[in-house]
C-alpha cells in the first residue's frame, strides 16, 4: 500500500520558520518526481515546489527565494524548508508523489501563519 505521510506543520508568526517532512513508500519514492502543493481557505489548490529525480527543482514565483524542497533518496523523504513565511502561505500543504502511470496524495500537513 502506497503511504506519504506529511509532518512538520503548525503555527508560525510572521518572518519564522518551518520544515516539512514527506516519508514515502520506497516503491514509490524511488521512481517518482515529488511535489508539494497547498490550499488556502477558498482558493484553488496551487503548485508550490517540485523535485525530480535527478533532483531538478522548480517553485511558485510567491515562495521563490524562501522555500527549499530537496529529497533524501536514503531515506525515502522529501521536505520543504519555509523560511520567512508570511500570512499569505497559511493553507494544507500535500505531499505528491506522481509519474507517467501514477499519482499519489497524502492526508497533508496544516501551516498557519499569524501573530
Known amino acids: 500500500q502506497v503511504q506519504l505521510v506529511e509532518s512538520g506543520g503548525g503555527l508560525v508568526q510572521p518572518g519564522g520558520s518551518l520544515r516539512l517532512s514527506c516519508a514515502a513508500s520506497?516503491?514509490?519514492?524511488?521512481?517518482?518526481?515529488m511535489a508539494w502543493y497547498r490550499q488556502a481557505p477558498g482558493k484553488q489548490r496551487e503548485l508550490v515546489a517540485r523535485?525530480?529525480?535527478?533532483?531538478?527543482?522548480n517553485y511558485a514565483d510567491s515562495v521563490k527565494g524562501r522555500f527549499t524542497i530537496n529529497r533524501d533518496n536514503a531515506k525515502n523523504t522529501m521536505y520543504l524548508q519555509m523560511n520567512n513565511l508570511k500570512p499569505e502561505d497559511t493553507a494544507v500543504y500535500s505531499c505528491?508523489?506522481?509519474?507517467?502511470?501514477?499519482?499519489?496524495w497524502g492526508q497533508g500537513t496544516q501551516v498557519t501563519v499569524s501573530s
Open positions: 523535485i525530480t529525480l535527478g533532483g531538478s527543482t
Open positions: 505528491n508523489a506522481a509519474s507517467l502511470s501514477h499519482n499519489y
Open positions: 520506497g516503491s514509490i519514492f524511488r521512481v517518482s518526481a
